[in-house]
């Protein structure tokens, strides 16, 4: 009697209300999840179902998976496909113009999946084009029958200039980058460094790059014509160049995993003085470019340059100028006036005489030009 009563006074209670409530909430939890499990199960089935007709492909992008499809098209069909990659100079306003009015038509269908990349696919024949716009480049891979890729190659070279050799700027943590076409304005001459003794840059140029050591360290201050001479040895060697101007980007692995694998030439490292002392002193970026410069993981066509303000060559890592590992050490200074008069013979710009125990940048010569010529602009810099 007293057990019924106590049950009795228990159902009058709050607390077995919430108790009543919890265990039916918690049953109304398993019949969803018993529910979410079916759908999962009836899901699997179908995708299972699916998988037997059809590959899937893993693609960051719709434009992976587009092309994914187009080649496997052509597979099916038995046909043979090449692939040509080209870089084009070019803005995104005159591409799209181009594209729009002269390639997309009946026979051709276009797809642009954002205002930077899209593809051009022939309904006939299968054959595609894919293209990335930047904003002064246009990488296109052309990707069919060997006849459609001399013929679009033929046709796109008509109308967009062909980039000898591009600049990529990584500027993001997560790898973002940006291609920049090389100018051919701002090409160097021997007579701007006389440290050269006779030798035309050329021959410098073609010496380095065939020698087995993959470092070449400038050092002088600026306005002196390092940026100039490397600007000269990328186009010379007409070699793709990869380059940054954040400290943490360095930090990374990344961006030397991109060196060594990617259509990249040669590695710019621009106002390095931080980087290149030496590693007692706490530099613990050393270690990566010497192992990129003649260690583990070096490669003989892959190339470093260093340039630095540092005042002595004391102030750099032994270990990275090394012989066999760097190529040579280039003292680059300012003229005396007999010199600046031979350069700004040769390049054609009047000379303004200082005091005869005064000095003249490379920088202060390229000034007088633009002062003197407002329909010839040199700008200095690397990017």
Known sequence: MNDLFNLLRLKRSNSFKRSTKYYVA?????RKIRKIDDRKYEMGVSMEDKSQSEFFLSSSSLND????????KRVELGLTTICLKESMVCSPKKWHDYVRHNLDDGTNQLVEFGHQTGMII???TNDFIDYTVNSNLVEV??????????EMYLQLTEVFEIAACYIEWVYGSDGESVNIPLSSEKLPISEMYPFLAGESIEDYYTRFLESSASILLLIGPPGTGKTTFIRGLLHHSAMNAIVTYDDKILERDYIFARFIEDDVGVMVIEDADSFLKPRADGNTMMHRFLNVGD??????RKKLIFSTNLPSINDVDDA??????????LNFENYNEE??????GK????????????????AEIFHTQKNSNSKQKRKMGFV
């Open 26 to 30: 918690r049953n109304r939890n398993k």
């Open 65 to 72: 998976h587009v092309i994914t499809k187009c080649l496997s």
């Open 122 to 124: 022939n309904l006939e």
């Open 141 to 150: 891979k052309l990707y069919g029958s060997n006849e459609f890729v001399e």
């Open 295 to 300: 260690g583990l993981i070096s490669l003989k």
């Open 320 to 329: 990275l100028i090394r012989p066999g590992r760097c190529f040579d050490i």
């Open 339 to 344: 010199q600046a008069k031979i350069v700004s």
């Open 347 to 362: 390049l054609g710009i009047p000379f303004n005489s200082k005091s005869p125990s005064e000095t003249y940048s490379l």
